[in-house]
């Protein structure tokens, strides 16, 4: 089809379309004359895979086309295909290793490691993310956060197991690998919307009196209109 | 202090400081004369602060901007805090809200939210961001990746349950905002870095043939070298 019908068919503007061709995001279809190329159900699917990671997951472009290529590799079998599609998905954060916030920060994420068992290739770029948001705690006088390490942990190894219980059920390269990236990307947007979404109920269970609650449930929604779920001063 | 000093305690570039005072993140230091100003102690934490934001946290500018505008709301104590601050931190997405794969999305996110009983605020930005990812989830024909939406939805329960107690327990209202900030944003980053690294445990441990996996925990390092965890074609 044409550049006009799969905008139609995507939702996604000629003008969207263009940038990602741009980028090199997504692949340029069949040459059919001057100015004219074809698109099939495979640039479809790709367009969709490109606004997930971009809209919904919040990839910056840059990012998003590192990943795409290992969508794209041919001999995915011979990679250890977890690692490889989400070693792309790290951000790089300036940091400065030598401060001394920092190196704590960095043993107190391997000391927990080391607690847990996990087997982690030595480069892990996640040791050092994790170093950095336990080092801006400190440098912020939040230390007292950090309390939420170990619930942490064990959070993530519930929800690591079932996901890679799920990828690897399906069993075909190809889709594994797509599986670990919408499954990292996509899940991560997931699970950071639920989690926000309990704090407020949690917010709500300690901070509004009970006589103030309203019945339980997105349903009741009715019953209160906005804003007046309760208020720290009533609290 | 001037601009300097405060570079240089901060470990944040002078041009960087001038963009964050540009851009409205950063207060104006106390001027002292002609093209100088002086730092002081709270502008060295607002840094700290801000770089969290963007480096650690992965905010845009524009967000950060948002975010540290409540920090400064004077009448906090006047707001439902958590959902206050944390408000500023949904990013917008582009949607089809009449596209009925994302309707039957949301129907589902609402469903779980029932399910669970949780208390929200009708106009809940994060059941809209959920139900993009479930959307997500099923355009690219990853539907059987949901079979992971409960054990998020308990391990968010999990996690915010200890996050608001320790918000909660700061008592005093300035840091209680400063708290739900960086829990949320570092807390966020801290989270999914775990997750990646209990994601690369979980892999390995069952792609991974027992007789190859070295000693589990991080000081196993020294013991194989980067890149020998294992491959998918060994397991």
Known sequence: VRIAELSRRS????ASIKFYLREGLLPAGAATGRNQADYGDAHLH????IRALLDVGGL??????????????????????LGAASTALYRTVRRDVGDPVWRAARAEIVELVDRRDWYLSPDSAGIDLAADAVAAFRALGQADMLAVL???AEAAETIAAIEVDLVI???DPAGMVEG???????GEALFNALRRLAQ?????RRLVPPADLPPAGYTAEQNHPAGTTGS???G
Chains 1, 2 share one sequence.
Do not use: C, M, N, W
Not at 60 to 81: K, N, Q, Y
């Open 180 to 186: 670990v990236i919408t499954g990292t990307v996509i």
């Open 200 to 204: 407020q109920d949690a917010s709500a």
């Open 60 to 81: 910056p472009v840059a990012t998003a086309r590192e990943v795409l290529a290992v969508v794209d590799t041919p001999d995915i079998a011979s990679h250890f295909v």
């Open 232 to 234: 720290l001063t009533s």
């Open 11 to 14: 939702g996604t503007s000629i």
């Open 46 to 49: 790709r367009l969709r895979l």
């Open 150 to 152: 170990d619930t942490y």
């Open 169 to 171: 059920a399906k069993a």
